[in-house]
């Protein structure tokens, strides 16, 4: 049985980074980590979640969460690999719109693989930082509650109708992203997500939208948390920029 929230302690040694939603495309991580000479000896990879799906390289995906610096929570396209059954017709043929035909085409083994690998992502992640308590999770946080969502997941595994209803939110959720007004969300200093595709990194109340379209061949985008910094280089013309975090 996975955790579902998990704490961490701070970096003494080294730089922390959250990217966005990857989508398998695992060769721009590569390059953008290279271009702020990412150091696996001290520093640390979070991932917002959405590392499958849609993009070319999502069997590399197992390879990345091997890695001892790298940190992932469970996004929606995780959750439709752990759901997903043969049997279902019309689940079968959504998932394949939603880019899971990697995942459809793998023999029964090697799925089970790549479940037990998502069954053990956690749905929420927080670490310190200079700046204060920084939050991971990939849709929006319910209630806007840092400390209640915490509480919530802590408790054994909270599934069930009520359950259902937190997992949807934390990995679907779009109102904020897509203007229904909301609260900052207490206890954190900074929310870090995805999901959402934004033309580039969005700050909505302490929300951070960090999903800027790299699989759609705009860029993949990474923010350092020590000194807010937004890295990103584009999938197509593979350009890369990097500027202060706005908001």
Not at 36 to 62: A, I
Not at 169 to 182: D, F, H, K, M
């Amino acid at each position: 049985m996975s955790e579902l929230f998990v704490s961490l302690p701070a970096n003494q040694q080294g730089r922390d980074f959250v990217v966005g939603d990857v989508h398998g495309c695992f060769t721009e991580l590569r390059a953008l980590l290279e271009q702020v000479v990412f150091d696996g000896s001290r520093d640390r990879l979070f991932s917002v979640g959405d590392l499958v799906d849609r993009g070319p390289e999502s069997r590399q995906v197992l390879e990345w969460l091997a890695k001892p610096w790298f940190y992932a929570v469970r996004g929606n396209h995780e959750q439709m690999a752990l759901d997903f059954d043969l049997a279902d017709t019309d689940g079968c043929e959504r998932y394949l719109h939603n880019g899971g035909g990697w995942f459809i085409c793998l023999d029964e083994l090697d799925k089970q693989a790549y479940r037990t690998a998502f069954s053990r992502l956690p749905l929420a992640i927080e670490l310190p930082s200079p700046h204060g308590l920084i939050g991971l999770l990939h849709a929006d946080c319910p209630q806007d509650d840092w400390n209640a969502l915490r509480e919530q997941l802590s408790l054994p595994q909270p599934w069930g109708e009520e359950g259902g209803r937190l997992l949807r939110q934390i990995i679907w959720c779009r109102l904020r992203a897509r203007g229904t007004p909301r609260q900052p969300v207490r206890g954190v200093f900074m929310l870090c997500v995805g999901h959402t595709p934004q033309r580039e990194v969005r700050s909505i109340d302490n929300v951070r939208y960090l999903d800027t379209g790299g699989v759609y061949g705009r860029s993949l985008s990474m923010l350092q948390l020590d000194i807010l910094q937004i890295h990103s280089i584009g999938v197509a013309d593979k350009g890369y920029s990097s500027a202060e975090l706005d908001g």
